[in-house]
């Protein structure tokens, strides 16, 4: 490849990346600075955690009312982490249950590899469970998330005790400028690979250790944001315009809540519905917002998720309990 085509497949990819989550990002940190954040304390620090054979993840465990709380794994969006995805619930989840999140790779401080794919970041969920002792969990996924805790669900059904699917789909390219626009992106990505993974690991390694000790909630959301390379994002995207699960989703057969987000430009609200749809006696509930919900319009979306949760969890506990 020439240097010329090199420069052409960068553009590409960076004009792809921007269209896909540039605005979430942006609005996001319009939110931030103009004082649109929830009156919630700023997350308690994580740990790093070594995944046998696959590397070292961002961790934070937080343990419940007792031993015997049920266990929530939380899986975050595209181009932010565990933390900045959750944290205007993660108080208030751990009052009733276990709650775990981590970064997935390529955010944050997540495993540094050669490539991004979610069957990755579903069997990195699992081992973090093994490393944490956990054998089943209440899986929850928004946006990436979500299709991240499908995925779970599909190659490790046994660690999955239920499923709270959030703001996310079952495919993430429906119509032909969408299939077209996955299509060349992925082309680009190609001969960019090997670079967004070494921008990937570079930017990682300048990284403190951890920045959840800041005492301004606005400020660690910030530094938290800028944690994931942005050379990560069209790499994530293309994994995600291939992810597809409309031809096993319907096999689901742990309880399962879907939450959608009636306002949704990012994930059209549709192409949730459709989700909804595919899942066989799925709890759905809808919220009023858009995308960032869970944090701009936390008031509305809160207590929809909360109850989705619930009925997760309580039906999930009375099937272990029936053996």
Known sequence: MTFRAVGRATARAGRAALRASG???VRGLRGLTDGVVPDVAVPPAGRAVDLPGRGSTHVVDLPGPGADAPVVLLMHGIATTGSLTWFSVLEELSRTYRVVTFDQRWHGRGIRSDRFALDDCADDAAAVLDALGIERAVVVGYSMGGASAQVMWHRHPQRVAGLVLCSTAARWQGHLGERVFFLGLRAANLGLLSVAASKVRAHAEMLPEDVAEEAELRAWCMAELKSTSPWALPVVLGELGRFDSADWIGDVSVPTGVVITARDRAIPTARQREL???????????????????VFDLGNWKPVFLEVLGE????????????
């Open 276 to 294: 909804a749809m595919l899942v066989p006696q799925a709890t759905v509930r809808e919220a009023p917002g858009g995308h960032a919900s869970l």
């Open 23 to 25: 605005p979430l990002v």
């Open 312 to 323: 997760v969890a309580d039906e999930a506990a009375k099937t272990a309990a029936a053996g």
